[in-house]
């Protein structure tokens, strides 16, 4: 399966944005969907995962609350919405997608979109 981000850009603080990511290629397996960022000079984190059917969904404790993700089936494609955004959440935002549900590691995921920026100005 092959994964699109999109979305990414500049926001000052307590602003809004919404990711995307449209999944392509072998997108009748039910797939898990997440969402990883990468800042600078830091590791790879979870941000938020959703089940195939949507009916689930996982946070990380930092983004609870502000984020949210879902997922339109008929196109395919996976969101993360992003409110009252902080300098804190300026990354790379990655999304995967996997079979296996469970829990916040990256290993989780077999397949990796390309990522897209979301830098946010204090």
């Known amino acids: 399966v092959q994964l699109q981000a999109s979305g990414g850009g500049l926001v000052q603080a307590g602003g809004s944005l919404r990711l995307s990511c449209a999944a392509s290629?072998?997108?009748?397996?039910?797939?898990?969907m997440g969402w990883f960022r990468q800042a600078p000079r830091k590791e790879r984190e979870f941000v938020a995962a959703?089940?195939?059917?949507?009916?689930?969904?996982l946070y990380a404790d930092s983004v609870k609350g502000r984020f949210t993700i879902s997922r339109d089936g008929a196109k395919n494609t996976v969101y993360l919405q992003m409110n009252s955004l902080k300098s804190e959440d300026t990354a790379v935002y990655y999304c995967?997608?996997?079979?296996?549900?469970?829990?916040?590691?990256?290993?989780?995921?077999?397949?990796w979109g390309q990522g897209t920026l979301v830098t946010v100005s204090s």
């Open positions: 959703i089940t195939w059917s949507g009916g689930a969904t």
């Open positions: 995967a997608a996997g079979i296996r549900w469970g829990g916040y590691s990256d290993s989780l995921f077999d397949y």
């Open positions: 290629g072998r997108t009748h397996i039910g797939y898990h």
